[in-house]
């Protein structure tokens, strides 16, 4: 890494595959997207609101990561928020209307719908903003929608893949052979015989890991290593849970862009949860994974369906006495970073540094943490492309990774897998001697069996 | 001027306020009722209504953006005392409250006169150290827009205005000339206020209604939205 690269010189480095809508006349074409969205949603009534509401107070942008590294007007997340609304009012709104006969201003045009797809994808989509503007002006929301319009469109990030995929695309019932070898090696370590369930009716929880397993010959060593200690968590504390085909693939990245795919994952969650008389949905660490089901299970039906995050599994085991962490077994200073997907609403800030503190000797906190914490740098799928290596490093990565060095640790955990693959690619691009690992991961070299 | 002075304080005065209210009433209406049609519509009907009011009353908390980090500490401050003189002074200053007596025959307690004098002062400072502070800060003077530069500027004035008139001898103007500036730019306020920024003063504590049920799924619509774009065989 190039330590004298300006940020405000770095490009996203983000390519987008796109389909003959994409281009040509594309200010029509986002416009007639705009209005099919407008039509069968509720999003009017919200960015009327939104519009109304701005005050230009420059908060927003003081408090975003992205905007702090370059001081590039083009990162202002109401700047960018901007842009659509400007679009929604001009276009969608009788005073819009009125406003252009009157005072002559412009349609959108095709530039501007180059500024929206070059910009909506330097954000990490991480609501510090939303959480910071005192308007309530959610930035995050506005930076989604406008996502949603340029994926319509066909304007896709290429590391996206596709513009909507199944989420869950697994169509045997059969029980993977892997499943052995993970119950080997949960022998190896606790010294008795186990037996993963899968496909179980009637448990409480039907688990979905988020992340690669690696069992299967996807997904690192960490990974494996995580769901190990996750499976470790549960088989432990005798929960009743199960897997399915379905619940073991990692979550699609459509969710950073599509309602659609957003609606297909919750539908999938729920008719897992369904189809195996579950009463709970348990999320591994995928911190996107958990807020997609959090957020949107009720919205397909599932509103009797609770979700629950394994870091407050885990927690609540160590409170009720089931699990017992060996204290002192990690003794290098150790620092939790906040997912913002399940740190930023305060769902679930606690539970991991409870669980931290009874095994590590020192936890130290980012100088600016929990609900506000900033962002790694690799939120809102961004991580998922390589080619955006340098700006998610150098640019959206810059804050934590000064958090990072000023705090001394030697150990940065992580409890999310695409939060733990972007701090690892910051602590090498940034020279920084750390050891990235994830929660469980962690809490696994402190586990014993209990009875 | 007695008669121009008698408009402005009387049917234009009326005007004024009536649109004022009738516009944010109808503001806040709308916003009610857009929250409606969402959740009705949302496919998760639940509402957290306490902890939306929570989350409204902590964002409505002027000291929670001390907190997290900040970077903009002084703008926040006086941003924070400028509301709080702009909001109680027109309210419970005396000389107001005899007006709507004389007028209306309502009445309600007010400020101590050194305390209005006080908090009169207060926002103009503020106020005046919001403009410079909007100047000197580059995304927000870039971002800002005509309403952003004119508003601060023109509440300042009319504070100013108003301490003038409590205290006739400092007034470079003469009282009746005092009386319409002030009463004036108090009427532009009132009437610009539906159609402004100053309409978060009703649609505020909307504010995280909105944010939380913006993300409330209509089960099917992006269904409809493929089908009305003509791509639902591309899925």
């Given at each position: 890494m190039n330590p004298e690269l300006k940020s405000e010189s770095i490009d996203s480095g983000i390519s987008f595959s796109t389909s003959p809508h994409a281009i040509g006349n594309r200010a029509n074409r986002f416009l007639e997207v705009f209005a099919a969205i407008l039509k069968h949603t509720q999003y009017g009534f919200v960015l009327d609101h939104f519009a109304a509401l701005g005050t230009k107070c420059g908060r927003c942008s003081s408090d975003c990561h992205v905007y702090r590294a370059t001081g590039d007007l083009h990162d202002s997340p109401c700047r960018r928020s901007d842009l659509l609304l400007q679009v929604y009012r001009r276009h969608f709104t009788t005073s819009g209307f009125l406003q252009a006969r009157v005072l002559g201003i412009r349609p959108m045009l095709d530039s501007d719908?180059?500024?929206?797809?070059?910009?909506?994808?330097?954000?990490?989509?991480?609501?510090?903003?939303?959480?910071?503007?005192?308007?309530?002006?959610?930035?995050?929301?506005?930076?989604?929608?406008?996502?949603?319009?340029?994926?319509?469109?066909?304007?896709?990030?290429?590391?996206?893949?596709?513009?909507?995929?199944?989420?869950?695309q697994s169509k045997s019932a059969e029980r993977p052979t892997w499943m052995s070898e993970l119950e080997l090696d949960l022998e190896r370590r606790f010294g008795r015989k186990f037996s993963v369930p899968f496909e179980r009716n009637g448990a409480e929880y039907v688990f979905f890991p988020g992340h690669e397993v690696g069992y299967d010959g996807q997904g690192d060593h960490s990974e494996k290593q995580t769901f190990l200690a996750e499976v470790s968590v549960l088989e432990n504390t005798g929960a009743s849970y199960s897997f399915s085909p379905r619940s073991l693939e990692p979550a699609g990245a459509g969710g950073f862009h599509h309602d659609l795919a957003i609606e297909e994952l919750a539908r999938e969650l729920v008719s897992e949860a369904r189809r195996l008389g579950a009463r709970k949905i348990l999320i591994g660490e995928c911190a996107d994974l958990a807020l997609s089901a959090k957020r949107f299970v009720g919205a397909v039906g599932g509103s009797a369906i609770k979700v629950e995050s394994i870091l407050e599994y885990s927690a609540n085991a160590i409170v009720s006495g089931k699990l017992k962490p060996i204290p002192g077994v990690v003794s290098k200073r150790v620092i939790y970073h906040d997912p913002c997907s399940i740190a930023r609403t305060g769902w679930i800030v606690e539970p991991p540094r409870n669980i931290l503190r009874t095994f590590c000797s020192e936890l130290v906190e980012p100088r600016v943490h929990g609900q506000n914490g900033f962002c790694c740098g690799g939120c809102g799928g961004l991580v998922l492309d390589s080619g955006n290596r340098v700006f998610r490093t150098q640019v959206a990565g810059r804050e934590t990774a000064n958090e990072l060095r000023s705090s001394g640790a030697k150990v940065v955990i992580a409890s999310c897998v695409r939060c733990r693959k972007q701090l690892r690619e910051l602590v090498e691009d940034h020279h920084l001697e750390m050891e990235?690992?994830?929660l469980h991961e962690l809490l696994f070299k402190a586990m014993r069996e209990i009875g | 001027m007695d008669g121009f002075m008698e408009l402005v304080r009387g049917p234009l005065f009326r005007f004024a306020f009536t649109i004022?209210?009738?516009?944010?009433?109808?503001?806040?209406?709308?916003?009610?009722?857009?929250?409606?049609?969402?959740?009705?519509?949302?496919?998760?009907?639940?509402?957290?209504?306490?902890?939306?009011?929570?989350?409204?009353?902590?964002?409505?908390?002027?000291?929670?953006?001390?907190?997290?980090?900040?970077?903009?500490?002084?703008?926040?401050?006086?941003?924070?005392?400028?509301?709080?003189?702009?909001?109680?002074?027109?309210?419970?200053?005396e000389g107001h409250i005899r007006l709507w007596e004389r007028a209306l025959d309502v009445s309600w307690p007010a400020l101590p006169a050194s305390a209005a004098d006080g908090l009169t002062l207060l926002t103009i400072a503020t106020g005046s150290l919001l403009i410079i502070l909007r100047l000197g800060n580059g995304e927000a003077r870039k971002t800002s827009r005509i309403q952003d530069w004119v508003l601060?500027?023109?509440?300042?004035?009319?504070?100013?205005?108003?301490?003038?008139?409590?205290?006739?001898?400092?007034?470079?103007?003469?009282l009746s000339t005092t009386i319409v500036i002030h009463v004036l730019l108090a009427e532009v306020l009132l009437m610009i206020a539906p159609f402004t920024?100053?309409?978060?003063?009703?649609?505020?504590?909307?504010?995280?209604?909105?944010?939380?049920?913006?993300w409330r799924l209509v089960p099917g619509a992006a269904a409809h939205v493929s089908r009305t774009l003509g791509k639902e065989n591309q899925r």
């Amino acid at each position: 890494m190039n330590p004298e690269l300006k940020s405000e010189s770095i490009d996203s480095g983000i390519s987008f595959s796109t389909s003959p809508h994409a281009i040509g006349n594309r200010a029509n074409r986002f416009l007639e997207v705009f209005a099919a969205i407008l039509k069968h949603t509720q999003y009017g009534f919200v960015l009327d609101h939104f519009a109304a509401l701005g005050t230009k107070c420059g908060r927003c942008s003081s408090d975003c990561h992205v905007y702090r590294a370059t001081g590039d007007l083009h990162d202002s997340p109401c700047r960018r928020s901007d842009l659509l609304l400007q679009v929604y009012r001009r276009h969608f709104t009788t005073s819009g209307f009125l406003q252009a006969r009157v005072l002559g201003i412009r349609p959108m045009l095709d530039s501007d719908v180059d500024e929206i797809s070059r910009t909506f994808y330097r954000c990490n989509s991480c609501a510090r903003c939303t959480l910071r503007c005192p308007m309530g002006v959610d930035h995050q929301f506005i930076n989604h929608l406008g996502r949603y319009i340029l994926s319509e469109m066909g304007l896709v990030p290429a590391a996206f893949k596709e513009p909507v995929r199944a989420p869950f695309q697994s169509k045997s019932a059969e029980r993977p052979t892997w499943m052995s070898e993970l119950e080997l090696d949960l022998e190896r370590r606790f010294g008795r015989k186990f037996s993963v369930p899968f496909e179980r009716n009637g448990a409480e929880y039907v688990f979905f890991p988020g992340h690669e397993v690696g069992y299967d010959g996807q997904g690192d060593h960490s990974e494996k290593q995580t769901f190990l200690a996750e499976v470790s968590v549960l088989e432990n504390t005798g929960a009743s849970y199960s897997f399915s085909p379905r619940s073991l693939e990692p979550a699609g990245a459509g969710g950073f862009h599509h309602d659609l795919a957003i609606e297909e994952l919750a539908r999938e969650l729920v008719s897992e949860a369904r189809r195996l008389g579950a009463r709970k949905i348990l999320i591994g660490e995928c911190a996107d994974l958990a807020l997609s089901a959090k957020r949107f299970v009720g919205a397909v039906g599932g509103s009797a369906i609770k979700v629950e995050s394994i870091l407050e599994y885990s927690a609540n085991a160590i409170v009720s006495g089931k699990l017992k962490p060996i204290p002192g077994v990690v003794s290098k200073r150790v620092i939790y970073h906040d997912p913002c997907s399940i740190a930023r609403t305060g769902w679930i800030v606690e539970p991991p540094r409870n669980i931290l503190r009874t095994f590590c000797s020192e936890l130290v906190e980012p100088r600016v943490h929990g609900q506000n914490g900033f962002c790694c740098g690799g939120c809102g799928g961004l991580v998922l492309d390589s080619g955006n290596r340098v700006f998610r490093t150098q640019v959206a990565g810059r804050e934590t990774a000064n958090e990072l060095r000023s705090s001394g640790a030697k150990v940065v955990i992580a409890s999310c897998v695409r939060c733990r693959k972007q701090l690892r690619e910051l602590v090498e691009d940034h020279h920084l001697e750390m050891e990235v690992v994830g929660l469980h991961e962690l809490l696994f070299k402190a586990m014993r069996e209990i009875g | 001027m007695d008669g121009f002075m008698e408009l402005v304080r009387g049917p234009l005065f009326r005007f004024a306020f009536t649109i004022a209210v009738v516009g944010l009433a109808a503001q806040a209406f709308q916003s009610a009722a857009g929250l409606l049609f969402a959740i009705i519509r949302a496919g998760d009907k639940r509402v957290d209504v306490s902890g939306i009011l929570w989350r409204t009353a902590d964002r409505l908390n002027p000291f929670y953006y001390l907190s997290g980090g900040s970077s903009r500490m002084l703008y926040t401050i006086s941003s924070i005392l400028f509301h709080i003189g702009v909001v109680t002074v027109p309210i419970f200053y005396e000389g107001h409250i005899r007006l709507w007596e004389r007028a209306l025959d309502v009445s309600w307690p007010a400020l101590p006169a050194s305390a209005a004098d006080g908090l009169t002062l207060l926002t103009i400072a503020t106020g005046s150290l919001l403009i410079i502070l909007r100047l000197g800060n580059g995304e927000a003077r870039k971002t800002s827009r005509i309403q952003d530069w004119v508003l601060t500027p023109f509440l300042v004035f009319a504070f100013a205005m108003g301490y003038l008139l409590g205290h006739p001898g400092m007034s470079p103007f003469g009282l009746s000339t005092t009386i319409v500036i002030h009463v004036l730019l108090a009427e532009v306020l009132l009437m610009i206020a539906p159609f402004t920024k100053i309409v978060h003063c009703v649609m505020l504590p909307f504010a995280r209604f909105a944010s939380e049920w913006t993300w409330r799924l209509v089960p099917g619509a992006a269904a409809h939205v493929s089908r009305t774009l003509g791509k639902e065989n591309q899925r």
